[in-house]
């Protein structure tokens, strides 16, 4: 997987967020096992708390920062 494809994936899955959040429901679908932006494992914990879950908990936190 290229930076082209992890861009486009982590765009999809924003939009998901994005449009789930507008309708009060949470992003379905599984959890990915690694972060859309930085590659590295998403720790299994997170996966089954949040489904659809695909940010490590560093990659998110920055996400919601820059959102504000």
Request: with cysteine; hydrophobic share 40%.
């Amino acid at each position: 997987m290229d930076v082209i494809d992890r861009a486009n994936d982590l765009s999809d899955w924003l939009l998901a967020k994005q449009l789930a959040a507008q309708t009060g429901r949470r992003p379905a679908g599984d959890s990915r096992a690694d972060c859309l932006e930085c590659g590295e494992s998403i720790p299994e914990a997170r996966r089954v708390a949040l489904p659809g879950v695909a940010l490590c908990v560093d990659c998110q936190e920055l996400l919601e920062k820059r959102q504000r």
